[in-house]
């Protein structure tokens, strides 16, 4: 039946949500609270004969007359002053993943966690489209789930990277396979507290049934206490403890224990991807993926030939002997500590940029002698350099721009060293996005 649903976001999860609104032959509003945007410049976004309005500015309730569902934007907050008005007129409001969910067929598997969720998410992609013909890789990834929900069919599978701000708003959102990668603290700026951020995430397996299977992470102890309450079947992995049943690493294998029969997957040396992280995504890739029914030839194969996504540890270039690195995804401190652990030498270190009142103690902590020299950017450098001067690490240089940030570190790196873009901090206020800030840093080190 037809409803009349207000969409939120004017960004790319909002316009997604709104075409899928309108095929499904659904009444749609289009709102933004940003009033400077133009209205017909949004509106063109469409095909001349799909009807929609755009409204912008102040959400009023007499706008919201005959709406019967509101579709939010991962990227708006659920204190914004319109959602009160939404909450007051007791209009529903889903995420664009749930709106989605509420179409799609075929089997879903998602994926969450603070840091790999990219890495994993593409992993998983690649080998579920090396064994099946139809198959969707989707969320916070960039692609948005209601892009693809209708051309889903029973045959296929769908592989989904999830955000804490799109589990915000799920109802029935019930993915076959679910994974939590890890729990760290980030978005506190959003989520206000750890326990908050933690409820939300675990929201993946909530609904859940026991003919479903969750993917955890052993090591975590959040995660490995949630594995004893959840009611799909559990499946941990581990790559700091031996696990008599489950996925871990034994010397340099990652091996699958599962009712006393050991299965090889992978020996570490043989794949691309670098750093004990890294190790842990392949397990949960190779565990989603055996869940889905890939066999297991199939899964070592893309292990084997799959590289570091995109701003994720990628490899730029060599310059002088130097080898750099571009992490740009690296938003938050626990990231971050996972890309200098990756590193195989002395490093010098980029970092620096919008505050989401993160604590970088750890992440400092984490330097050992590995870093010699860090070189700060953003709104953070002042902070993030008070922590360093509190454990003891003064080799802190500030710089205006990505562009001076390179060349400092350029000047003082010897060869056979690293330079590391990994900012521990989100790129707003510099940048539009992570990936805008790696691909400037790529630009100014191909520069040199």
């Known amino acids: 039946m037809s409803q009349k649903i207000l969409v939120a976001g004017s960004g790319k999860s909002g316009i997604a949500a709104s075409r899928m609104a309108l095929d499904t032959e659904h009444e749609v509003i289009l709102y933004d609270s940003n009033e400077a945007l133009d209205a017909e410049a949004v509106r063109g976004q469409f095909k001349e004969d799909e009807t929609i309005e755009v409204l912008l500015g102040e959400l009023t309730k007499e706008a919201l007359k005959d709406v019967e569902l509101c579709v939010i934007s991962p990227g708006i907050p659920l204190d914004a002053p319109f959602v009160e008005v939404l909450k007051a007129c007791g209009v529903p409001i889903w995420s664009e993943i749930q709106l989605a969910y509420h179409y799609a067929r075929g089997k879903l598997a998602a994926i969450t966690g603070t840091n790999g969720k990219t890495t994993t998410t593409s992993l998983v992609g690649e080998i579920m489209s090396a064994y099946y013909k139809e198959v969707f890789v989707v969320g916070n990834i960039g692609t948005p789930y209601t892009s693809t929900a209708l051309r889903t069919t029973d045959q296929s599978y769908t592989v989904a990277e999830i955000s804490s701000f799109q589990l915000e ?99 570490i040396h043989d794949m691309n991807l670098l750093g004990r992280h890294n190790h842990e995504n392949v397990m949960a890739a190779a ?87 860090m070189v700060l950017l953003g709104q953070t450098r002042e902070k993030i350099a008070e922590c360093a001067a509190r454990h003891g690490f003064t080799n802190v240089m500030y710089a205006e721009d990505m562009q001076e940030a390179v060349r400092v570190c350029a000047s003082y790196a010897n060869a056979g060293e690293y330079v590391l873009l990994s900012p521990a901090c989100a790129s707003w206020g510099m940048f539009n996005n992570y990936e805008e800030r790696g691909d400037v840093f790529k630009e100014c080190v191909r520069s040199l």
């Open 169 to 267: 708003t799920i109802t029935d959102f019930k993915p076959d396979v679910s994974a939590i990668l890890n729990i760290t603290p980030d978005h506190l700026n959003r989520h206000k507290t750890m326990d908050c951020y933690i409820e939300v995430k675990k929201g993946i397996a909530k609904n859940q049934t026991k003919e479903d299977a969750c993917i955890l992470n052993y090591d975590d102890p959040v995660l490995r206490r949630f594995g004893e309450t959840v009611t799909p079947r559990v499946i941990y992995f581990s790559s700091r403890e031996f696990l008599s049943e489950g996925i871990c690493l034994d010397g340099d294998m990652i091996v699958r224990n599962h009712d006393g029969v050991r299965m090889e997957i992978i020996n």
């Open 287 to 373: 565990a989603i993926t055996m869940e889905l029914g890939v066999p297991l030839e199939t899964i070592q194969s893309v292990i084997r030939d799959f590289k570091a996504v995109e701003h994720r540890i990628e490899f730029v270039a060599e310059k002088a002997g130097v080898k750099y690195y571009n992490d740009s995804k690296g938003t938050n401190p626990d990231a971050a500590i996972q890309a200098v652990n990756a590193m195989p030498g002395p490093t010098i270190l980029i970092a620096g940029g919008y505050d989401k009142n993160s604590e970088y103690d750890e992440w400092i902590r984490s330097f050992g002698k590995k870093v010699r020299y």
